[in-house]
């Protein structure tokens, strides 16, 4: 009986993990990218700055975020950066690539 309650209970907290990881719409595109030659980081995060207003201003809803990560492990060539964009669901990650296809 115990064993059964046990696997019961288990299944119950699997099942509710699946549910809350099928409940979140968000997309996130990342990017490996590096620096052009003569610009630097700063840069980089004047770019994204304005990247970020610009699609949150031509998305209906917004709510576009990205974050510059730079690598501490792995591949930590002078220069490399990754950029990983959030989007509240497909719909807002498509209406962003039709705003910047379209700009």
């Known amino acids: 009986m115990k064993a059964?309650?046990?696997r019961i209970i288990a299944?119950?907290?699997?099942?509710?993990?699946?549910g809350v990881a099928?409940?979140?719409?968000t997309i996130r595109a990342v990017?490996?990218?590096?620096?052009?030659?003569?610009?630097?980081?700063?840069d980089v995060r004047v770019a994204n700055s304005a990247w970020v207003v610009f699609v949150n201003a031509n998305v209906e809803g917004g709510n576009i975020?990205?974050?510059i990560l730079t690598p501490i492990v792995g591949d930590i060539q002078a220069g490399?950066?990754?950029?990983?964009?959030?989007?509240?669901?497909?719909?807002s990650w498509s209406a962003a690539r039709d705003a910047i296809d379209n700009t």
Do not use: H, K, Q
């Open 65 to 67: 975020s990205s974050t």
């Open 4 to 6: 059964n309650l046990a």
């Open 22 to 25: 099928a409940a979140d719409t």
């Open 31 to 42: 990017f490996i990218c590096s620096v052009n030659e003569g610009a630097t980081m700063d």
């Open 80 to 91: 490399r950066f990754i950029y990983a964009d959030d989007y509240p669901s497909i719909e």
């Open 11 to 18: 299944l119950s907290v699997l099942l509710g993990i699946c």
